[in-house]
């Protein structure tokens, strides 16, 4: 059978509630109370995407990741995390997690993650648009020199010593049509992998960006309130979120990729 | 026990050395002056045998033996004189106040004769202490016996009765013997004399001694040994009262000061147990707690959108959203308290982070009336702390005090100071207090006194972090007068 989403979680009352949830928006749920039977049910059934929790008995949620990353690169996995694991969070986005959603979550936030997902396996699966995922990541990029919390998130640094801080192609370009954004105020700290920018999308959905390094915010992009739409079509330049004074450079670039 | 023991020995020390210092006292002057005594008999005694010599003189000349006898006698009865006798050269006895004596012979060495006639050649001339022999009598008292020889002169061989020749240089020898019976009780007399004196002494020194060492050594020493023993029992409020500033008064103060840092040190390791055990507590609560929340929360929102069109039931589901966001705010306070959410340590300036926090939390501390006082130290140095929770502790520390304050006026006094090896943050208000008894438990989690207004999490949490960034936190209160929390932050060396 053909499912969207495969949730896997020790725990019905989540698993229940992923299905409830996910199904408002008209989307399928096969569930898997652990990692073994899910591997099992990925073998024989096709998911576009899938919902892990983290601790799980036997296998973990990470080991979960390496071994449907190793075997389908194409599916993208969002982890479900406590909120005591944010460095788990952290390490699941480097491992290849498509993204993170902390519990306990609410509704919203959920829907927001699984559609940005759904849409990323969705572009993926289209040839004309892995031709342009292919594009995206072009030499510039490269030239650059970004450090990428997994696909999500990136940070550039500047030769003052200030970090730009934007989101991932992967984000971006999921995202859907951006309504309003929620910066973080000047002068606040930012943390890695916790939340420091919403934004507000069609469909009363609402993203969280997770941060890629620790700071103090020194000012933002005030382009992007006018124009939400420069972070789709230039994520990296054009549509930068904000920059911070780094606090911990060293220990923080051992969790991200440099691209 | 140990108090009279030592006592004891101090006083038997002082009564030993009491008592040889008496008795060299007695050697040096008591002594000489018992000499001086039989040196004076000697010379009475010498003085009446050249009386008798001189009395009995005429008659010995002119051979009058029944007045010499008379003579003799008389003299003899007299108090305090044993006995008067005359020896010729051969020794016997020719005059003598005891009568059965008279025509018997002495040995050459019985005692009035051996200091002349020990030596080969008898001895013509002695000196006053060479005649004189003190020995005791029967009675139990001492004698003195004084000889005195009779020189050959001319009247001796040429008297009528011719009983002396020419050449002899000494006819015979006047033994006059006295008892020293005054003398020897007036010493006895004196001898009991000092012995009470010395035993009164000894007794009165040692009773002053003993006053003493027990006010200024015992009593104190006691109280070290049973402030000890109380503390080794477990008793760490104990404290010794100080009345000396002595040596054992320093040692006091000093016991003070040890089981004073001891108790604090107990007290915080104490403390630290406590709310380490409460935190895995706390954080398996959370972690169980998660799912179930996720539970709620997700079929309350769910709800929430199903129901667009029953405002009524809406409000009611907004509510139990609002409700379980809160209970996942708890949540997060108490893993943040069980130290389970990593911190982000980065370099950080403490004061900018309190100037940030006064900011945040401005409006309310306005509304309140409290007036904010600040000394931060200019030369501060960055340390390594996660600056979103020490933000945290500020505003928790901050939003507390003011609510200590209350309605009335009041201040808030924020310090930095630098020390050697760490930074030492003060936080003091002027307002309620807190009572002792609480002192103890403010850090516990779920403890509050705001009621409704509180999670109980505040100040555990503040601990949590403190405690993760390998500082410490200590708090002193006076009902009525306000509260003091002191943070210390070690500075790290740079790597």
């Known amino acids: ?259 | 026990m140990v108090r009279s023991k030592i006592g004891y020995k101090l006083i038997l020390v002082v009564g030993i050395v009491n008592a040889i210092a008496i008795a060299i006292f007695l050697i040096v002057i008591i002594k000489p002056q018992c000499d001086g005594l039989i040196a004076q008999a000697e010379l009475g005694a010498y003085q009446l045998s050249e009386t008798i010599k001189s009395s009995v003189r005429y008659d010995m000349l002119n051979n009058h033996r029944d007045d010499v006898h008379r003579i003799i006698d008389t003299i003899g009865r007299q108090n305090g004189i044993v006995q008067v006798r005359i020896f010729n050269k051969e020794g016997g006895i020719i005059y003598s106040s005891d009568h059965d004596e008279i025509d018997k012979t002495v040995d050459m060495d019985a005692e009035a004769c051996y200091a002349c006639h020990t030596a080969e050649q008898p001895l013509e001339s002695l000196t006053i202490e060479e005649r004189s022999r003190v020995f005791e009598a029967d009675d139990g008292f001492r004698n003195l016996g004084v000889i005195n020889p009779i020189y050959n002169e001319t009247g001796c061989w040429q008297a009528a009765c011719h009983a002396h020749n020419e050449t002899q240089i000494i006819l015979g020898v006047l033994d006059v013997t006295v008892n020293l019976e005054a003398a020897d009780r007036m010493v006895r007399a004196n001898q009991i004399r000092i012995v009470i004196i010395t035993i009164l002494m000894i007794t009165f020194l040692s009773l002053v001694i003993g006053f003493f060492v027990r006010k200024l050594i015992g009593d104190p020493v006691y109280q070290l040994l049973h402030a000890t023993n109380l503390v080794a029992s477990g008793d760490m409020m104990h404290r010794i009262k100080i009345n000396s500033k002595d040596e054992l008064g320093n040692l006091a103060q000093s016991f003070n000061l040890m089981i004073e840092n001891l108790s604090k040190a107990r007290q915080h390791i104490y403390q630290q147990d406590k709310l380490a055990s409460l935190g895995r507590l706390a954080a398996g609560v959370a972690h169980e707690i998660n799912n179930p929340l996720t539970g709620v929360l997700t079929y309350s929102s769910f709800l929430l959108k199903r129901t667009k069109d029953h405002p009524k039931i809406q409000e009611d589901l907004r509510v139990i959203v609002r409700e379980t966001k809160r209970c996942r705010e708890i949540v997060k306070g108490l893993l943040d308290f069980a130290r389970q959410a990593p911190s982000k340590k980065t370099k950080v300036n403490i004061n900018k982070i309190i100037l940030h926090s006064l900011l945040i939390i401005d409006n309310q501390l306005s509304i309140d009336h409290v007036t904010v006082k600040k000394e931060l130290a200019d030369d501060l140095p960055l340390i390594r702390a996660d600056a979103n929770q020490m933000q945290q502790v500020m505003i928790n520390l901050i939003v507390n005090a003011s609510d200590a304050i209350e309605t009335k006026k009041g201040d808030i006094y924020i310090a930095t100071i630098k020390e050697d090896k760490q930074i030492k943050i003060v936080l003091s208000d002027t307002g309620c207090g807190i009572s002792q008894e609480k002192l103890t438990t403010i850090f516990e989690p779920f403890y509050s006194t705001k009621g409704q207004k509180g999670t109980g999490l505040g100040l555990a949490v503040v601990w949590g972090i403190i405690e993760k960034h390998k500082g410490k936190i200590t708090v002193d209160s006076v009902i009525g007068k306000g509260t003091t929390f002191t943070i210390v932050l070690p500075i790290e060396k740079k790597s």
């Open chain 1, 1 to 259: 059978m053909e499912y969207d989403v495969l949730a896997i979680d020790d725990e019905q009352v989540i698993l229940d509630s992923a299905r409830k949830i996910l199904s408002l928006n008209d989307l399928s749920v096969d569930i898997a109370l652990d990692a073994e039977s899910a591997l099992k049910k990925i073998e024989t059934e096709t998911y576009k995407i899938i919902l892990t929790d983290l601790m799980l008995p036997h296998i973990s949620g990470f080991e979960l990741i390496e071994i449907v990353k190793k075997q389908y690169p194409k599916l993208p996995i969002i982890m479900m995390t406590g909120y005591a694991t944010l460095d788990n969070a952290v390490r699941s986005l480097k491992i290849g997690a498509f993204d993170f959603v902390p519990k306990p979550f609410d509704i919203d936030e959920l829907l927001s993650v699984s559609a940005r997902s759904l849409r990323y396996r969705l572009s993926i699966d289209d040839d004309n648009l892995a031709e342009q995922w292919a594009k995206c990541l072009s030499k510039k990029i490269r030239a650059e020199s970004l450090y990428f919390l997994g696909n999500h998130s990136w940070a550039r640094l500047e030769p003052d010593g200030t970090a730009a801080i934007g989101v991932g192609e992967t984000f971006s370009r999921t995202v859907g049509e951006i309504e309003k954004i929620e910066f973080p105020r000047i002068g606040d700290d930012v943390f890695q992998g916790s939340a420091c920018v919403k934004i507000f999308t069609e469909y009363e959905l609402a993203h969280t960006v997770w941060s890629p390094l620790s700071g103090e915010v020194i000012d933002y992009n005030r382009n992007l309130e006018e124009d939400g739409y420069l972070i789709s079509i230039d994520p990296f330049f054009e549509g930068r979120l904000f920059r911070i004074i780094p606090h911990d450079l060293e220990n923080e670039l051992e969790n991200l990729i440099i691209s």
